[in-house]
């Protein structure tokens, strides 16, 4: 059979996504309106330019790990093991960068491709071990955490000394945006990477067979789909984008902090529900993804400013994945 034969039967399943996905994005986005409203009339301070800045960098890598788990999400999987993986990418290139005193464009090549190559392995595991996918990727996790402690010797690797390093750091900004505010490079990386990844769920046959395992994998694989192959090549692409994650962080942190990463997917999968992509697969945007993280940032940081302390925004952060995933669970219903 040929792609035609697994598009048929999808199509209005998939114009009643988009209907539902714009539906999606339009409450998000004025939802993030509010928000940035309400905030803004409760404390002076958050419409302060270093606290826009700050909202932005922290975006940038929520962000950016976001988009590695919608993709993974789609399929109708789950990745548990971003935010180590972005920490173990980070451990990577201060390795590559400081230890061994690599040019730049190494360091950032090794970070990308240990992503991918754990995102591959996760990949497998799913794939042809048939372990369930939270199980595989909590499993990764603790491997991650663990080997981030073993290589780095429990201990930060600065970039001070480190050639080149200030191209890509926290001081390196694309210009003013927004009038007086001066926009991270973390944020334009955010940009390229929402747009490639758009690019490639709506315009390639990887993205098709994306949202074809996440509404069908059994008719996919009778349809003569490699259904494996195509979902170890999703889980490395992911894995590949949290290697830029780890870039971002680790330029934002002027180094690789080797107990970081733990509890960034929970605001990343908060993110991607958020912006509209089913936890059951088969529907997602990346801009709904993007938008998603923009809330998450700005809510995670008004609460801050309002001085909410942390084991609250905690609880904050929990309730709102459940009440992201009954949403959900609701579009469905009534769909």
Known sequence: MTNTDIAAPMAATTAQGRFSGAQQKLLAFGTLIILVIGFSLASPNFMQTSNILAILQATSVNGILAVAATLVIITGGIDLSVGTLMTFTAITAGVVLTYWGLPLPIGIIASILTGAAVGLTSGAIIAKMKIPPFIATLGMMLILKGLSLVISGTKPIYFNDTPSFPLISTESFIGDVIPGVPVPNGVLVLFIVAGLASYILGRTVLGRYCFALGSNEE???????????????????????CGIAGLVIASRLNSAQPALGQGYE??????????????????????????????MSVLLNGLRILSMPQEWQTVVTGSIIIIAVY???MRKRKA
Do not use: E, H
């Open 219 to 241: 008719a996919a694989r009778l349809s003569g789909v490699n259904v494996d192959n195509w979902k170890m090549a999703i889980y490395s692409l992911s894995g590949g984008i």
């Open 266 to 295: 929970l605001d990343a999968i908060a993110a991607v529900v958020i912006g509209g992509t089913s936890l059951a697969g088969g529907r997602g945007t990346i801009l709904g993804t993007v938008i998603g993280a923009l809330i």
């Open 327 to 329: 949403a959900d669970m």
